[in-house]
């Protein structure tokens, strides 16, 4: 009985373990992580980071003591932590600090109620220990940006201590290395949209910021940025990826506009799905139109990486990979995993992915 109790506990702790369903790399994984976490959270729901105005700070934690290749070792002496070189037992930092928490071959000290960090591989600290909080946002790159506050202000630096943002804001919630930053110069202001440390020209309602594209509202229609230029005018009603289309328009509630929030993933864009009065076309991610704006619908399949385009009651395909657009005259456009199953004039054949025709001759009964 013990024994079959044991074998349920793990079948049943296996299923759990499961990744969701629905779950791709190509879905958000972007998370705030403080240094104590070790690696940072991240959702995988693909809806992407809400930015809030909650206060972000941290405290030294006790997570995650050792880097993965344990090539270097935190170290205890009367209580105070110092840092290693596990080979040779070379002692890098002496025993000072009340924490040391490692990220990749970084590592944030803590000493007095006070942050900084220490690059092991060239043995200097980068970031003197004198901040009050250091943040970051997580994501699979490892080009991260540390935001940090010191005397009451933030700033932002990139992981080898070079300034990114100077410590004059109130608060600074998302940046990266292209130089696009989410921050607040006064406790009054609202979250501004920044390029290279000056706010975007126009005033934005919402805007979703990709490694490679910030997609935004403007009053009331959506457009895209790539730095702080415009590639995609403020003139289409929706720009998305995937299925799902995000409303362009400013959600109204008991006759007051409910302000969209900024949100961030940490994903590459390659095309997205435009709408203009009510036509779908297909953009790419420098603003070109690669598919006209002139379809009645046009769906992703993000499995097989392919768009379905529909114009009246006839089909066709755009590849993403090939970057082709096969002609709209297929009745029918569907797919059994290996390739593409089209029906044309009541004859049924098979595509490839790459929009060549393999058969079309068998009639349908």
């Known amino acids: 009985m013990k024994k079959t109790a044991f074998l349920l506990l793990l079948i049943s702790s296996s299923l759990f373990a499961q990744v969701p369903p629905g779950y791709t790399k190509d879905k958000s994984e972007t998370g705030e992580a403080s240094p104590e976490d070790g690696y940072g959270t991240g959702d995988g729901s693909g809806t992407g980071r809400y930015i809030g105005d909650g206060d972000i700070s941290i405290s030294p934690g006790d997570l995650y003591r050792e880097n993965k290749k344990q ?14 070189r596990q080979k040779h037992s070379v002692i890098l ?43 970051f946002d997580y994501s699979l790159r490892k080009d991260k940006v540390l935001r940090l506050k010191k005397n009451g202000n933030w700033g932002a630096v990139n992981m080898d201590g070079k300034e990114l943002l100077p410590f004059s804001f109130f608060k ?26 000056k706010p975007y020209k126009k005033d934005l309602t919402s805007a979703d910021i990709y490694y490679n594209v910030v997609i935004a509202t403007h009053n009331g229609k959506k457009g895209m940025l790539v730095g702080s230029k415009e590639v995609l005018p403020f003139e289409y009603d929706s720009i998305y990826i995937g299925n799902i289309a995000y409303n362009a328009s400013v959600a109204k ?38 598919v006209p704006v002139q379809f009645d619908n046009i769906t992703y399949d ?64």
Do not use: C, W
Not at 125 to 134: H, L
Not at 173 to 179: C, I, L, T
Not at 263 to 282: A, M
Not at 344 to 358: A, C, F, P, S, T
């Open 93 to 135: 930092l002496e025993p000072i600090y009340e924490n040391i928490n490692p990220y990749e071959d970084r590592f944030f000290l803590y000493k007095d109620k006070k942050t900084g960090v220490y690059n092991a591989h060239t043995q200097k600290i980068i970031i003197p220990v004198e901040n009050d909080s250091v943040s």
């Open 71 to 84: 090539e270097f070792v935190v170290f205890y002496e009367n209580r105070l932590n110092g840092l290693k």
């Open 172 to 197: 600074i919630q998302y940046a990266n290395n292209d130089g696009i930053a989410l921050a607040k110069k006064t406790a009054q202001a609202p979250v501004a949209l920044l390029f290279n440390g």
């Open 253 to 290: 509630s008991k006759d007051r506009i409910k302000r969209e929030v900024f949100k961030t993933f940490s994903s590459d864009v390659v095309n997205l799905i435009v709408i203009k009065d009510k036509k779908y076309g297909l953009a790419d991610a420098q603003g070109n139109l690669v």
């Open 302 to 365: 993000s499995m097989r990486r392919f768009y379905k385009l529909k114009s009246g009651k006839l089909m066709g395909v755009y590849f993403k990979a090939e970057k082709v657009t096969t002609d709209i005259v297929y009745d029918e456009v569907g797919s059994d995993g290996m390739s593409l199953i089209v029906i044309k004039d009541k004859k049924r054949g098979l595509m490839d992915y790459k929009g060549n025709i393999l058969i079309l001759q068998s009639t349908i009964s």
